[in-house]
């Protein structure tokens, strides 16, 4: 984990905002939304790769106790990290100085319908989010295919979806405000402080601590999906088409079989036509994870047995359509652990790569049990998306949880970088700031903003350190 280094000057040398009274209180003990103990918990992402024990967990309630919490850090000479439900694959949240968690800053705050925005407090869960639009008949444009994330830690590493104009999440983000390393509050948008606004969209949590969000959003619409088995030769010789006839297309390949699931999202008239009961039970919960599960621990105790399992898994889901709201179209649950690697490639480099990770698969000994999924994102103006500036294409590749994957991964990771690839901040790579410096026109625009906002690193931790350097 990080080590601790004492800050050059805290708020009330630099006379920032807050530090009016902040003499002697860090020999004050905790109060507020501070929980301090001998032993505080340790933290664990839901993937189970990434853990941390920092000195404090704290848990504010909102803008003004939080930034309680970072000017208290700051004197005591510790980092700061906010963590949301610990969906991200790599230790961007992990922290021996001050947790903050995002139990008390959950919840919508505004809803415009005029201008078409909604603004939440930071923490407020995705799924929670998707239904209260729905019930209000309002809808995000596009979302990536979970919803167990918070607000702030979906935008914060660039969570997408797949789409052919309709961009990730964060970059249908209107407005934030988010708390600096002296304290203070900071509101940013298009139109104030555009500077911080174009980077910390996607921040990592390296400029500051975010409490609320502004989403554009849209009256709520219908998606028809279409699902269907499709060879990988055939997507792959059809992807430039099946990419710009449809609104949002993506594709599941299976390892060690050229056997594809795509699916099809379009806007539909309708009327909405969901999957019965029987039928999404059997799809979304018996196969997709309930037998997949099954299969993924026999193939962990018997690797050789995975291709043969790939062949039968690949062909278990037969085509379907149906009709919904956007998010219960989206996204899907996920119950199955798992370790993940995903590259944005430019979007015409996408299936030469995909032939070659089918071609290193079946020249070496791997044996892969999950399938590798393909998606699409238009350029966007993010300073640190892994679509900025150029319409992209997204390579995922997953291991179950538990499974060595370091050789698979590795291997992958070489493909993708040979094709001028920009790793997802969230998901496993060995990418430093020398290689992102390079892959990011805009990183020096973004790293200047740090200087500026965070000069004593007051939210650095080791993954910030390697991918954005000191």
Known sequence: MESRRTPTSTPAARGGPGSTGAKGRAGRRPRGPWRDSAAPAPWRNWAGNVSARPARTVTPGGPDELADVVRRAAEDGLRVKAVG?????????????????????TGILALDRAAGTVTVAAGTPLRLLNAALARAGLSLTNMGDIMAQTAAGAISTGTHG????????????????LVTADGSTLRCSAQENADVFACARIGLGALGVLTSVTFAVEPVFLLTAREEPMPLDRVLAEFDELVSGNEHFEFYWFPHTDNCNTKRNNRSEGPAAPPGLLRGWLDDELLSNGAFKVACSVGRAAPMAIPAIARVSSRALSARTYTDVPYKVFTSPRRVRFVEMEYALPRAAAPAALREVRRMVDASPLRVSFPVEVRTAPADDIALSTASGRDSAYIA???????????????????????????????????????????????????????????????????LRRVLGE
Do not use: C
Not at 92 to 103: F, Q
Not at 439 to 453: H, M, V
């Open 85 to 105: 439900t610990g969906h991200s694959f790599t230790a961007a949240a992990a922290t021996d100085g001050v947790l903050v968690r995002p139990d008390r800053l």
């Open 162 to 177: 797949t789409g052919r104009a309709s961009a990730s999440i964060a970059a249908q983000v209107t407005a934030l405000q």
């Open 397 to 463: 590749v997953h291991l179950y949880r538990g499974t060595p994957h370091q050789a698979y991964f590795g291997a992958v990771e070489k493909i993708m970088v040979a094709h001028g690839g920009r790793p997802h901040w969230g998901k496993i790579h060995s990418r430093d700031a020398e290689y992102l410096s390079g892959a990011y026109p805009r990183f020096g625009e973004f790293t200047a903003l740090r200087d500026r906002l965070d000069p004593d690193r007051v939210f650095a931790n080791d993954y």
